[in-house]
């Protein structure tokens, strides 16, 4: 049926042939998968039994004819026992589904009796029956593909063509094609498809022919996709996600280790004017202003000067003792209250009003 003896195909520009030394044959009524990574030289063989290119070296046999053999002019009569499917529908848009899939007769001088007669028939098998009237447009992706099947089958070929039928279908639209394409096959058609579908393959079991780099290396009667290295995966997101979230958690954790942490203690000045981090409090008075000040009866008994702190280059050691606080902090200078002046506001003038014992530092 179809036969590849040691076939060769280079094209111009490139230093490495698209296929090397291809050695296959077909059998009639076979199915057939041409799998193998992008640029492995799938689509290149389905050419070459369309007879759209030529063999560098080797010969392609095809329906007992030696496609070297087959002059320009017979092509097309060649052309009308093979069937072709693509990827992207091919379809006319402006016409309906019954003119595209009559036109293939058409072209070939069917009789207008046989189009009115095989079109609803290949229509009812691939479906469609009913939808005769319908535009592409107005036809689902998996529709539009039935579509193209028929158009494919009304001539009633011997072999049947499909590169990569699925690939722009979803998942379930996908099974029916490939169950479309498996009772055709029962129907006696040979079908050879080229395809990246690991699940279908692994999953029909049927003759499998893979290609590496224009180069044969397997061909199995009851074999499965085989390796699945080159067929594109999720990892690369998967692992971008994992990332975007590791750094989510990590901000979070940060949160929540800064939302829980003490307060630090708040420093309070010696300076008049309190500080606009620190709430109002009573600033130190000099033993010597507070003997002044205070009546002789009332005083208490001078207390022991502390010893000097070590001085600190930033700020000077302050004189109180601080004060642990649970509320969160409020920065008074964002309120406007970041310059207060205690002398303005008269707060240092009723202190030294105070006659009370409550004369020193304070807590």
């Known amino acids: 049926m179809i036969r590849f003896e040691h076939v060769t195909k280079r094209y111009r520009g490139t230093s490495k042939p698209a296929l090397s030394d291809v050695d296959f044959e077909v059998q009639r009524g076979e199915f057939v998968f041409l799998v193998g990574a992008s640029g492995s030289g799938k689509s290149s063989c389905l050419r070459l039994i369309l007879r759209e290119d030529n063999p560098s070296d080797g010969r392609v046999v095809v329906l007992g004819r030696d496609l070297r053999t087959l002059s320009t002019r017979k092509v097309p009569y060649f052309r009308r026992h093979i069937g072709s499917v693509f990827q992207d529908f091919r379809l006319l848009p402006n016409k309906t589904v019954f003119q595209n899939v009559a036109f293939t007769l058409q072209v070939i001088g069917s009789s207008r009796a046989f189009i009115q007669q095989a079109v609803p028939e290949v229509l009812a098998l691939v479906g469609l029956d009913g939808k005769q009237k319908r535009l592409p447009h107005e036809l689902s992706g998996g529709e539009q593909q039935r579509v193209a099947i028929a158009r494919a089958l009304v001539n009633r070929p011997q ?105 630090q203690p708040v420093p309070v000045l010696t300076e008049p004017a309190t500080d606009a981090g620190t709430p109002a409090s009573t600033p130190a008075r000099p033993a010597a202003s507070a003997a002044t000040d205070v009546p002789a009866a009332r005083q208490t008994p001078p207390q022991a000067p502390a010893q000097a702190p070590a001085p600190v280059p930033a700020e000077p050691a302050p004189l109180t003792r601080p004060i642990a606080i649970d509320a969160p902090e409020v920065d008074l200078g964002e309120l406007g209250l970041g310059d207060i002046d205690l002398g303005k506001l008269g707060v240092a003038d009723r202190l030294d009003e105070r006659q009370d014992d409550e004369v020193g530092p304070t807590s």
Do not use: C, W
Request: hydrophobic share 45%.
């Open 159 to 263: 072999i049947l063509l499909a590169d990569e039928p699925t690939g722009n279908l979803d998942p379930a639209t996908s099974v029916d094609i490939m169950q479309l394409l498996a009772r055709i096959n029962a129907g006696g058609t040979t079908v050879v498809m080229a395809t990246h579908e690991a699940g279908f393959v692994d999953q029909m079991k049927r003759r499998v022919i893979e290609l590496r780099g224009g180069v044969m290396v397997r061909d199995d009667r009851h074999g499965g996709y085989g390796d699945t290295s080159a067929i594109p995966s999720l990892t690369p997101q998967v692992e971008k996600g994992a990332a975007a979230t590791a750094a989510l958690t990590a901000v979070l954790e940060l949160q929540r280790q800064i939302a829980s942490a003490p307060v």
